[in-house]
């Protein structure tokens, strides 16, 4: 079983959808937790942290459930240049290496 | 302004060389990693460092060795290289847990 696990999609909406991602994590002693944002071909960048309050950027939140060890991200009002495959990511205690889910690919169309 | 480079970008080498991958950056982060990222596998963590002359396996270290004998560089060494190590390869860097800053990546082919 793999320490993180996400549904590869393809998410294909169309512009101004409201889609969310979900991720599952195997280890309970992760201690931190992000998404991460992918474009084809290019490094990964940090979209956002993940609080166990939630927390939310603009058309972003996420959700954390450490009881069932899921962590969520709703995108609202989808653009075309939120077109990219979405990472989710979490640190294990004492360790500062990341463990990556194998992505979310999301497809916005107009 | 400060960044995370890596070279070179692309790299095409026969099975049995050995190849170095040079990561360096300028944030004077103490933590670097090495991860490789392949179709279904997401990425992958090959070795890390907590500062210097501190290295660490990851999950998929076989192969790979590092070292770090300043601050700003990680350079990520393949002794003898295989077809299975065909992969983009990515260094990244941070300051205690927070957020990693990735470099472009390296696509590296064997044949």
């Known amino acids: 079983r793999k320490e993180v696990e996400q549904d590869p999609g393809p998410f294909n909406v169309p512009e101004g959808a409201t889609v969310a991602f979900n991720c599952t994590y195997s280890?309970?002693?992760?201690?931190?937790f992000f998404w991460y944002r992918q474009d084809c071909r290019k490094e990964p960048k940090l979209l956002m942290s993940v609080y166990s309050s939630g927390n939310e950027d603009g058309r972003f939140t996420a959700q954390l459930n450490r009881a069932s060890q899921y962590i969520s991200l709703l995108i609202r009002d989808s653009k075309l240049s939120d077109s990219a495959t979405y990472l989710c990511?979490?640190?294990?205690?004492?360790?500062?290496?990341?463990?990556f889910g194998s992505g979310t690919r999301l497809q916005v169309q107009p | 302004d400060a960044e995370i480079t890596q070279s070179p970008r692309h790299k095409i080498i026969e099975t049995g060389r050995q190849v170095t991958l040079a990561c360096h950056q300028t944030?004077?982060?103490?933590?670097m990693f090495w991860y490789r990222q392949d179709l279904g596998h997401g990425l992958r963590l090959i070795h890390y460092?907590?500062?210097?002359?501190?290295?660490n396996k990851g999950e998929v270290s076989d192969g790979y060795s590092v070292s770090r004998s300043n601050t700003e560089d990680l350079p990520l060494t393949l002794e003898s290289a295989a077809s299975s190590q065909t992969s983009v390869y990515f260094c990244?860097?941070?300051?205690?847990?927070?957020?990693?800053?990735f470099g472009p990546g390296t696509r590296l082919t064997v044949l």
């Open positions: 280890n309970s002693a992760s201690q931190s």
């Open positions: 460092s907590y500062g210097v002359h501190d290295t």
């Open positions: 990244a860097s941070s300051y205690s847990s927070n957020e990693q800053f």
């Open positions: 944030w004077n982060h103490n933590n």
């Open positions: 990511v979490v640190m294990d205690t004492g360790r500062r290496a990341l463990t």
